[in-house]
């Protein structure tokens, strides 16, 4: 009989993102191991030593043979984890050691890990980030089962080199539509070194440049070198005509950034007959 692999997946990256994906089988098995803490931030001078040390709770009622590595990560657009096959644009993975990188956890007891390594002297400032992972090497399935479980569970690692690091971000696109009511999407870039939080507002202005609406946008995270889209949908009436709309976003930076799109607003088609 061919083997079946069920993976249950728990993540916990950023006090943004808990992420939890299973996929289902004809047996379904309890997964229940834990790590403190999930997230691990540190500020360190380059050429530095960093050491922390991570906690493993096992399932209460089996031994687990569990193996620990790192993976990188980064957001997409959308605000989406995605888990890289190789090293992130600024991955600490080669810095940093695991040990041990695989052990015995018995049934309802806990073991440490340590993660610790050296920041390369020639480092610049600013912030550099990847993911590590607990996961439990799969048993051989019962007979008659075919079914093989695995199960992992995740935290992040953000290291803020000191130094001078560079803030810098930039609107690269802004779309506007009206369907009973003004969507679309600001998408902003993040060119610096340092984790930004834009947040802003949408102005819609008439053709006189008056202000006839205006709501906020969300704060969002964007990492270095990352893109993040802010998606809005407001619900409003505007009579017909053309319209200029304002994005406005504050990231932290020495000046607001802006963006704008034209709208028009046609006669509504019961108001035409």
Known sequence: MQKKRLNLYCFFLLTLVVGFFALTAETAVAINFSISPPRWEIEVEPGGVVEGSFEVTGAPDRDLRVKIYFQDWRFNPR???????????????????????????????????????????????????????????????????????????????????????????????FAVEWEN?????????????????????????????????????PEITVFPGNEREIVFAETMTLPAGDYVVLAILDYGGARLLGAQALLRVDVPEEEER
């Open 181 to 217: 009511g003004l969507s679309g999407r600001v998408l902003f870039v993040n060119q610096g070194d340092t984790l930004l939080h834009p947040s802003g507002r949408v102005e819609v202005r008439d053709s006189q440049g008056k202000t006839v609406e205006s709501f906020s946008l």
């Open 79 to 173: 605000g989406e984890v995605e888990f890289l096959t190789g090293a992130g644009s600024r991955s600490v993975v080669s810095w940093l050691r695991i040990e041990p990188a695989e052990m015995v956890i018995p049934a309802g007891e806990k073991r440490v890990f340590r993660i610790f390594g050296t920041v390369p002297p020639e480092t610049a400032g600013g912030d550099y980030w990847s993911g590590f992972f607990v996961e439990m090497v799969p048993e051989a399935p019962r007979a008659g089962s075919g079914v093989v479980v695995t199960g992992r569970v995740g935290g992040g690692i953000f290291l803020t080199v000191r130094g001078e690091a560079r803030k810098a971000g930039r609107i690269t696109d």
